[in-house]
């Protein structure tokens, strides 16, 4: 018998939410950008065909993640695909070993389980081993290569720009919210916008990403 009446388990998940990001203002603003990027436990557990207290009933048992947000009103919200991992795992137990079989240590596994399960990776658009994996490979790549800039190198700046867009792909807008929780910049600021602001692209890539044929394919057709 789940120990856990669907108020009582409402409750115990907010607790440990708080608990584990602490209690920062969601504006208005930060409330519509969660609920256009993520889904309600009820909403999700309605489309899965189970009740909202088995859905936080898995999250208290770290089967699940804690949740990405909680709105002003108290409306818990997950990601959308919440349940794609257990899925992919086989089922909810199944599912720490299986993530773990991902990474390349036993200490990056706890490390990105633990950050899974503290529902942290809304860094992410969509949360897997792999772009987990990705994400840090190329937020490493980007520190390597601006600790040592070539600005005046084309091919240099064309690099970095093509793993600066491929993190953009992987990464959400992010809300407000996601600044006082994390106590400063996110990676979106450091390694996504300041990196453009400081290296900006080179203008024949410009022209091309916006459709503009360069000089030379003008040139071509001569």
């Known amino acids: 018998m789940d120990p856990f009446g669907e108020s009582d388990s409402k409750d115990a998940v907010a607790a440990r939410f708080y608990a584990v990001n602490g209690r920062h203002l969601m ?15 009820e909403e999700l557990a309605g489309r899965a065909g189970i009740q909202p207290p088995e859905l936080r009933r898995l ?3 770290n089967r699940l993640p804690l949740p990405s947000y909680i709105l002003t009103d108290g409306t818990q ?10 899925r992919r795992a086989g089922g909810y137990d199944e599912l720490p070993e299986w993530f773990a079989q991902h990474f ?3 200490r990056d596994a706890i490390r ?5 399960l503290r529902g942290h990776y809304v860094c ?6 792999e772009t987990i994996r990705r994400k840090e490979e190329l937020v490493k790549a980007i520190k390597a290569a601006t600790a040592e800039p070539q ?17 953009d792909t992987l990464e959400p807008p992010f809300a407000a919210y996601d600044r006082l929780r994390f106590g400063g910049p996110i990676s979106r600021d450091t390694c996504i916008d300041a990196i453009r ?19 030379t394919a003008r040139g071509a057709g001569v």
Do not use: N
């Not at 919200?77 to 257990?86: F, S, T």
């Not at 992410?124 to 081993?129: C, N, Y």
């Open 27 to 41: 504006t208005a603003d930060d409330d519509a950008y969660a609920c256009e990027w993520y889904v309600s436990v």
């Open 59 to 61: 999250i208290l048992a």
């Open 77 to 86: 919200m997950v990601a959308r695909d919440l349940l794609e991992l257990p």
């Open 104 to 106: 390349e240590s036993t």
């Open 112 to 116: 990105e389980w633990d950050g899974y």
């Open 124 to 129: 992410l658009r969509h949360v897997s081993p």
């Open 151 to 167: 600005s005046d190198d084309h091919a240099w700046l064309v690099a970095l720009h093509r793993l600066v867009d491929e993190l």
């Open 197 to 215: 602001k400081r290296f900006p692209r080179p203008a024949q890539s410009i022209r091309r990403r916006e459709g503009t044929p360069s000089p």
